[in-house]
């Protein structure tokens, strides 16, 4: 079986730690993937740019704009990863997002965002086995 290498993007103007690494860590269904959650070890990110190049899914929560996350939306897409895009309701998208992707999925609260994740995992994985 292939693991997939799925790395979670996001501001770092979220709540990052409470509303998406914890319910990802405590959710059974991700033990089988290798999450990439670039601010669980260290405030500060250490990912090269060569390490895009490695992962096999970029999600980004854009819920919050961020430099840095436009910065890694770019080399994910000029990598060719494919990049799925989640935020929540009623939040506004940066337009620049969109002309990395067009995969964009609203969420309204944390289980539903989980979810969605959820179905972005299942749906690579499978695309990955054909």
Known sequence: MIILKIYIAHSKRMDYIN??????????????????????????????RDFYKSIDVFIADCSEKGTGLGIELGWAYDDNKPIYCIYESGKRINNSIKAVTNNFYEYTNINEMIEIIKKIVEKETKQGSD
Not at 30 to 43: A, C, D, N, R, T
């Open 19 to 48: 509303n998406l690494y914890k319910p990802l860590r405590n959710d059974l269904f991700f033990k089988e993937y290798e999450l990439i959650l670039p601010h669980e070890k260290s405030e500060n990110s250490s990912n090269n």
